[in-house]
């Protein structure tokens, strides 16, 4: 081979190195850009969770339909900027940036959502944007501290909560029970949380909302290749809770409550989260169908004792929804997931249950030092149309 | 050309090969996810579908609302892991799996909730699940036969039926006209079905949810080279059904109804299904159009006939609309699809009508064995709050 | 390099080229696929706001929300089919072809739904599709004349208004305006629009379809790789009109009003429009907040003074919602985006004053012609079930 005929080749080498390369880096950037607009699909999905699902849900309260969506929208729009805010202080790890960190910052406003529950109908409508602005940094930290090795307390990556049980879920409805505790009055305690048939089946319009997008909630920042399987682990777990759910209010109650069916089905998708991407079709089952069971058994028996024992009024039974499944879920990782570092997921389930209740009974105390409505769970005193 | 230079051309030819390909199949592992995921996003617009659309358009009946939507709930959470446990046992073809499986699950469910309506208010709540139990093996048993060359009595991809106007539709509707005939009581057919104007906003926004996600109905399954042009078909006989049920609504009521305008306007949806990726937008305006002015006729003329012909109540009017929809769905196919096997789509309508319509006749009985409601229609027999 | 050597590099190289190629192009004819069925999701979600969004958003009118709902049903169902249908006949620019041609045709349809609530319940429901015809020419004129460069008055891709603040939003409201000035009679000035805390509760579930999907709508025909900034831009306008909104309403009427939460709380997405994919955050949170701030003012104190001074009843505010932010969209672009043609987006935000309001006024002269209802804002009237 002569010199020239080498030159031919190298250059012709170059030029189809380059033409794959080319063809290469041209596919891949294209195909993030394809990836990013599928998260922001599943973005969307929890947007409706939280504004129409979370909302809806909440308009059970006969007479305060009203108020619980204005809420919702208000908690919603504070905890998105608030969530992109804080993070760029680096207080809390890395800056939310691109379609990931507006999930993150949905993830935020579903647990202040959850929190909220706790307390509905009884802040002033303002007090409802205070609590977000008390909560945003409590749940940062938990977050920071479970999933970003925040303080070297739980090793980066260690802690398995895909779709949030503990850091979504448990962390919301134990702040808002810290809430409930510091500010619940005498009267509120006195007064019926009553629904009504249209404010059941509005109710019961958030619940299938929630229901039917859950599964983009737990697959949200999920790998393309794992979506399908997370998905239908959620879906399956749904399945599990809505029938014990139904099995249970029979047993429990004797007949079928409203609550329970709009609530209790849900919870199968609270305690999937932690395992979502890592169990078995049947195991996701399982999983949900206890944590059906359990929470049923919460809204029906131990609702009334807690509440009493503790002096407070959970208004939608977080505790019961998101407190207890919630819990479940995160343990559940220690049986199911192979390999897992039991002490990082005991400590984190540990500090979540600690940090929230603190800063919630916290937050609770200077609401309380704010003022309290005058008649709880009653539009017409801040909608006087 | 020497030896060496023939090494190096060799190796630099291997080398580029191998990067070409690793290229390609970097790309194309990847794309299969991508696709996937893009698969699952029409799954939840269909479970949007199921739940809302579904549960919602059957909250038309006043004062049952709160069990419809609890069955539809309980209906999905049986139907879902049920078809999947069936179908991994041999019996009714291919196992289920993935993002497809989800889908296939899915369309058993839909056809089940259509089935659901025509005997909906008069079953106890856990008769609803019996009959989920009862249907699905007849359900599979078709969905074999027709698409999947079960028994060899139908070409193995002769049956044209994309969007399932005769599999999921038909069948639904006449398996519900079966159970209905099997199992209406004298005081049922006495009782008027009625709704009020808070019932029928509720019908008409699962009306609207159906209508908005039936193109992902349509295209669940399709390629994504045809996933727009199937979408557009099924939008514009939608546009066709709307545009016609108010025309013959008014020509044949002297006056608008609403139950017309909340289900009639889906007839459109049900008879594109069987050619939605394969006829032209006229063609498709067409058909959704004949479909919504005979679905209309079938509400306005026919159901009032048949329900005192056959002794029975079909509480949602499914026949109207997805029975007569359906079936024509299904004969349009004959007409409008060049190079069709007019004897496979003959006989692929006509076994459905039978296996439909004998498998539901037994399940009425059985269902009928179990025993009746109290009171049909009230949500109070068995919601004590 | 003898012959033979380099005919082995030649075909070497031929080989590899075509491998480089084949990958190529089967890369890019798949992922054209998939970005159109990525559309198509958007389209979708678009759907989702026009039927269910404006239709229930539209349902705050006590009594009138079968109406109200079927007349949505009915202008999309005229809108899809008549804008392709008017579009292949060459007058208005390109025909509409594929997945983008249903985005503009649904964008077509925004804007009807917008001009129709303006008169929403004093047309009879056949008025309402007179309308919708009378409409689309006037709205497919401007279009072309702003977008497509039409009789050269406005330089062709000069016009900055992606996601349509001045094109859909403003042109809609000021069509309705110019239809309701034409049309409205004495009888309907004095007949107060009233609503009830069921049809407020149904209006904010409208108002939240439209606030959850609002970002598809703006990033609709956006390439993949802006979709996530634009996405963002669009929820923070939102944010930023949700938390002014409340606080004007607070300000302005010294207690919350149900309708400006359902309404003006969308206003940062109507002004978001003209700049969704060329501002930043901040900047977009600033111009919805200031949109949100101005349309609660308008519907709480411009309103009733427009009303009186022009005679005519805007059912729904849509000048508050559409018009005014509209045009603070359309204006915040002059200020926000760097080397815009100033002559062009000024000269495009004229016309299509101009053009609205004329078109506006002769439609509703027409309509005028026709009749009027004899009860406005009843359901009793044309649906006597």
Same sequence: chains 1, 2, 3.
């Avoid at 940094?137 to 090793?155: D, F, H, Q, R």
């Avoid at 599964?215 to 399956?236: G, K, Q, R």
């Avoid at 984190?348 to 105390?365: F, N, R």
Wanted: negative net charge; aromatic residues 10%.
């Amino acid at each position: 081979m002569n010199k020239r005929s080498m030159l031919l080749v190298a250059i012709l080498g170059l030029v189809l190195i380059n033409g794959v390369s080319a063809t290469s880096a041209f596919a891949e950037s294209d195909l993030d850009a394809i990836r990013d607009v599928q998260i922001y699909n599943r973005a969307l999905h929890v947007m409706a969770m939280l504004l129409i699902g979370f909302g809806f849900l909440m308009v059970f309260v006969r007479g305060y339909g009203l108020s619980a969506l204005t809420a919702t929208y208000l908690m919603v729009a504070v905890a998105i900027p608030g969530y992109f805010l804080l993070k760029t202080s680096g207080w809390f790890g890395h800056a939310a940036t691109g379609i990931e960190g507006l999930v993150l910052t949905e993830f935020a406003a579903a647990s202040l959502l959850i929190c909220a529950g706790a307390v509905l109908g009884r802040l002033k409508m303002w007090q409802y944007m205070v609590m977000a602005l008390l909560f945003l940094p409590a749940y940062m930290l938990n977050e920071w501290i479970l999933l970003e090795g925040g303080w070297g307390l739980v090793a980066h990556g260690a802690f398995v909560d895909t779709g949030g049980s503990i850091v979504i879920h448990a962390f919301g409805a134990l702040f808002g029970l810290g809430v409930a505790i510091s500010m619940t009055t005498r009267r509120a305690q006195d007064l019926p949380v009553e629904s009504d048939a249209t404010s059941d089946r509005f109710s019961l319009l958030g619940s299938m909302v929630l229901w039917v997008f859950w599964p983009s909630f737990c697959a949200a920042l999920v790998v393309p290749e794992l979506v399908p399987a997370t998905a239908m682990n959620v879906i399956f777990a749904l399945c599990g809770s809505t029938l014990l759910t139904y099995f249970a209010t029979v047993l429990l109650r004797r007949g079928i409550d409203a609550a329970d069916i709009a609530n209790a089905t849900l919870a199968g998708g609270v305690a999937i989260g932690s395992t979502c991407d890592r169990v078995s079709l049947p195991v996701a089952f399982a999983i949900g169908a206890v944590a059906g069971f359990a929470s049923t058994f919460g809204f029906a028996v131990i609702q009334e004792k807690l509440q009493k024992g503790l002096r407070l009024v959970d208004t939608c039974g977080v505790s019961n929804l998101h407190g207890i499944p919630g819990l479940l879920g995160g343990l559940a990782a220690l049986v199911f997931v192979g390999g897992i570092d039991k002490g990082a997921q005991g400590l984190g389930i540990g500090i979540t249950v600690v940090v929230a209740l603190v800063t919630g009974l916290v937050a609770g105390k200077i609401l309380a030092m704010t003022g309290h409505r005058n008649i709880p769970y009653e539009d017409s005193e801040e909608f006087p149309g």
